[in-house]
C-alpha cells in the first residue's frame, strides 16, 4: 500500500479533522486550503474585537484563543477558549454581523481565515464543497442552539 501525502500540506491535515470540513475529500479541502488566509498573532493580541463587522471563521493550526466580553483585560469574562484544531466565528460566514465577543491571542498563535468573500466564491463555482460545509455548520449550529438553550432553561431566577 502505497501513501501519498507529499500532497498534504500540515494544514491539511487540521482541517480534515475540522468537523465543518469532515465530509470533504482531500482534494475539496485542498481546494478550500486555496482559498483561506494564514495569519499569525503575538500573546495578547486581538484577532477580532466587540462590535466589529465578522469577516468569517478561523481555525486554530497551532497556539490558543480566549473569546471575552467585557471591558478592560483584568475585567473580562472569558466565554471560550479555543486550541489547536478548534474553529471560531462561523457565523460570520454567513452574514456580516458585529463581533458579540473579543477574540485573543493567549500565546504565540497560528490561524487559518476563511472569510465570507471567498465562501460565497465557493457557493458560486463549486455546489459540492458549498454543500457539504453549509449542512455541516447548520448542523453545527442547530447543537449550539440547543446547548445555549438548555443553558438558559437551568437558570431559574431565585423566588
Same mark, same amino acid.
Given at each position: 500500500?502505497?501513501?501519498? #501525502? ?6 491539511? /491535515? ?8 469532515? $465530509? ?5 479541502? *485542498? ?7 494564514e495569519?499569525? !498573532?503575538?500573546?495578547?493580541? +486581538? ?8 469577516l /468569517?471563521? !478561523?481555525?486554530? +493550526? $497551532?497556539? %490558543?484563543? %480566549? +473569546? ?8 473580562? #469574562?472569558?466565554? =471560550? #477558549? @479555543?486550541g ?7 457565523? =460570520?460566514?454567513?452574514? /456580516?454581523?458585529p ?5 485573543? =491571542? ?7 481565515? @476563511? @472569510? ?12 459540492? +464543497? *458549498?454543500? #457539504?460545509?453549509? !449542512?455541516?455548520? &447548520?448542523?453545527h449550529? &442547530? $447543537? ?5 438553550? &438548555? ?6 431566577? =431565585?423566588?
Open positions: 500500500m502505497i501513501f501519498d #501525502k507529499k500532497n498534504d500540506s500540515p494544514r491539511v /491535515g487540521i482541517l480534515k479533522t475540522i468537523p465543518l470540513f469532515s $465530509q470533504l475529500t482531500s482534494k475539496e479541502i *485542498a481546494t478550500l486550503e486555496g482559498l483561506m488566509h495569519r499569525f !498573532y503575538d500573546k495578547d493580541e +486581538i484577532i477580532f474585537d466587540q462590535g466589529e463587522e465578522g /468569517g471563521l !478561523y481555525v486554530v +493550526i $497551532q497556539g %490558543s484563543v %480566549s +473569546i471575552s466580553t467585557g471591558g478592560l483585560l483584568n475585567k473580562r #469574562k472569558e466565554l =471560550a #477558549k @479555543f489547536s484544531g478548534m474553529f471560531f466565528g462561523e457565523v =460570520a460566514l454567513l452574514e /456580516g454581523t463581533r458579540s465577543a473579543q477574540a485573543r =491571542a493567549t500565546e504565540p498563535t497560528e490561524l487559518i481565515g @476563511f @472569510f465570507r468573500p471567498e465562501f460565497l466564491q465557493i457557493i458560486q463555482t463549486n455546489r459540492s +464543497i *458549498a454543500a #457539504k460545509v453549509c !449542512y455541516e455548520l &447548520a448542523r449550529l &442547530a $447543537q449550539r442552539l440547543r446547548e445555549t438553550t &438548555a443553558d438558559h432553561s437551568h437558570h431559574h431566577p =431565585a423566588s
